[in-house]
């Protein structure tokens, strides 16, 4: 993410909301503490889609609308993420290839083998381009 703001032209700003959980309820918790900052930001980019979709329902409850005022990107693609309004823009990972990783690793650890906590997976995503985005605009 941060090559693809900089080759834009763009900073990465700041993490604005430390971890929580990935739920519905933590993105409507976030949405009060999203609508306190100054300046507002215009775009959030979220760890998943059920913590999106809390959160544009808690920016909708606020008066903020999406894409309008903020646009607002999930990670998942679950089938959801389609069928709210505005449907979510989103980063679809394969979850069959990530349980084949995932079972293989245990497979080999239960036969023995020695797996490495330091491992790195990378396994491919792609971007599933919605309406919940829009062009880049000037900070409120």
Excluded at 48 to 60: C, E, P, R, V
Excluded at 85 to 97: A, E, F, K, W
Excluded at 106 to 124: E, F, H, S, W, Y
């Amino acid at each position: 993410m941060a090559q693809a703001l900089a080759a834009h032209g763009l900073a990465l700003p700041e993490a604005r909301f430390g971890s929580r959980d990935f739920s519905l309820e933590a993105g409507r918790g976030a949405a009060a503490e999203f609508v306190a900052l100054a300046p507002c930001p215009t775009a959030v980019i979220c760890a998943s889609d059920q913590l999106a979709i809390g959160l544009a329902s808690g920016l909708h409850a606020r008066g903020l609308r999406v894409p309008d005022d903020v646009s607002l990107i999930g990670f998942d693609d679950i089938q959801t993420a389609e069928l709210v309004i505005p449907p979510l823009t989103t980063v679809r990972q394969d979850r069959l290839q990530i349980g084949a990783q995932a079972a293989g690793l245990l497979l080999r650890q239960l036969a023995g083998a020695n797996c490495a906590p330091d491992k790195i997976v990378t396994l491919p995503v792609s971007f599933q381009i919605r309406n919940s985005t829009s062009a880049p605009r000037p900070a409120a």
